[in-house]
Structures are given as C-alpha cells and as structure tokens.
T-cell receptor
Framework: AQSVTQLDSQVPVFEEAPVELRCNYS??????LFWYVQYPNQGLQLLLK??????LVKGINGFEAEFNKSQTSFHLRKPSVHISDTAEYFC????????????FGAGTQVVVTP | NAGVTQTPKFRILKIGQSMTLQCTQD?????MYWYRQDPGMGLKLIYY???????DKGEVPNGYNVSRSTTEDFPLRLELAAPSQTSVYFC?????????????FGQGTRLTVV
C-alpha cells in the first residue's frame, strides 16, 4: 500500500515570488507520481507526472517537480507565481500494477496575494 | 470530446433518501473510478471498475453501490443517504497508454445530506 503526505495545508505567497509545495510518499514498490491542481468549484487538472526517467519533470503553467527516490519526495515548484495560481494542489501516487488507483495527499491550498 | 461528464452538479438530499450520481465518458477508457473529497482529507476512492461488468471496492465503499454495464457509463448509487455522505464526488477515468498515463476527472457533484 502507498501513502502520501503533503506537509503544508496552506501556503500564502506574494505574486511573483517563488513557491514550493512539499510531498512525501511511502511505498514498498516503485510508483508513479502526479501533481493535480483544483481551481475553485472545478475538477482536478493534471499539472505534471513522473513515471520513469529524468527526475526533473516540467509541467504546465511553469510548474516543475523533482523526484527524489532516496528521500521519497516529489516537491512541486514554481519560480514566480501569478494571482491565477491560487488553487488547491494535490500530490498523488499510483503503483503501476494497481489499475490506475490513486492515493492522494490531503492537499495544499495556495493563496497568492498582490 | 466532452471527456468525463457528471450529473447533477449540485444536489440536496434528505436523510434516508436515495439517488444516483451519473458519470459518462467518451474517451473509451476501460478504467473508471468514484472518489469523494472532504475538506482537509484529499480524495478517497469509493469504487472502481476495470471494464464493463467488473467493479470492486475502494477505500470507503460503505453506503454506496455501483454498476458498469457499458464502457461509457459508471453510475454511483446512494441507497439511504446519511449526513456523513455530504461531500463532493468526482468520477474519473484512467489512461494507461504510453505517453498519456494519467487520470481524467469530471467537474464533480456537490452533495449535501440534511
């Protein structure tokens, strides 16, 4: 079984400042890792994913994440945020042989202020 | 393509009433899921299906039922609504195609049981 811990429930950040959202996971097998974003009253949209290969993954809207196997982490970063990045962000894991079932973290609410 | 479509978007139920949340997809994905989202808890898997006629329980199946008679449709049934089922429900599909391994989510159904 897998589990996911998002270390920050809320992250306030000023516009044009950098942001990092932390995600740690536990698993006895190799996993796929995902970051999803949820804007208010919307469904979830994929930001980026790590399946294999390069540990630095680039996604949409200027986000990137780095997979660190030794620290079992998959932290999400953006060098300069916009007001429109205000949303909830979810880290999720899936084992390759688990029929696509996702285990989600509790989410991190990012609030960007001018 | 519409992707994953959920109906209704909002519903208020009285305790003990029943209802069906509808989910349909036009992406021809075999894997489909129902998740519920509660504040500060992330998303929890209720039921999933790996193809027409095949369903299985997820992490929180009590109080729910599903069926999968076609590839496109995966309805979620609440038989005796309870206040604990107040939540936002998301239907999702999953593609395991090379280069497109990810889940796709509907817009959600916000259910309140009073």
């Amino acid at each position: 079984a897998q589990s996911v811990t998002q270390l920050d429930s809320q992250v306030p950040v000023f516009e044009e400042a950098p942001v990092e959202l932390r995600c740690n996971y536990s698993s006895s097998v190799s996993v796929y890792l995902f970051w999803y974003v949820q804007y208010p009253n919307q469904g979830l949209q994929l930001l980026l994913k790590y399946l294999s290969g390069s540990t630095l993954v680039k996604g949409i809207n200027g986000f990137e994440a780095e997979f660190n196997k030794s620290q079992t982490s998959f932290h999400l970063r953006k060098p300069s945020v916009h007001i429109s990045d205000t949303a909830e962000y979810f880290c999720a894991v899936s084992a390759p042989d688990s029929w696509g079932k996702l285990q989600f973290g509790a989410g991190t609410q990012v609030v960007v202020t001018p | 393509n519409a992707g994953v479509t959920q109906t209704p978007k909002f519903r208020i139920l009285k305790i003990g009433q029943s209802m069906t949340l509808q989910c349909t997809q036009d992406m021809n994905h075999n894997y489909m899921y129902w998740y519920r989202q509660d504040p500060g808890m992330g998303l929890k898997l209720i039921y999933y299906s790996v193809g027409a006629g095949i369903t299985d329980k997820g992490e929180v199946p009590n109080g729910y039922n599903v069926s999968r008679s076609t590839t496109e449709d995966f309805p979620l049934r609440l038989e005796l609504a309870a206040p604990s089922q107040t939540s936002v429900y998301f239907c999702a599909t999953y593609s395991s195609n090379v280069g497109r391994t990810e889940a796709f989510f509907g817009q959600g159904t916000r259910l309140t049981v009073v």
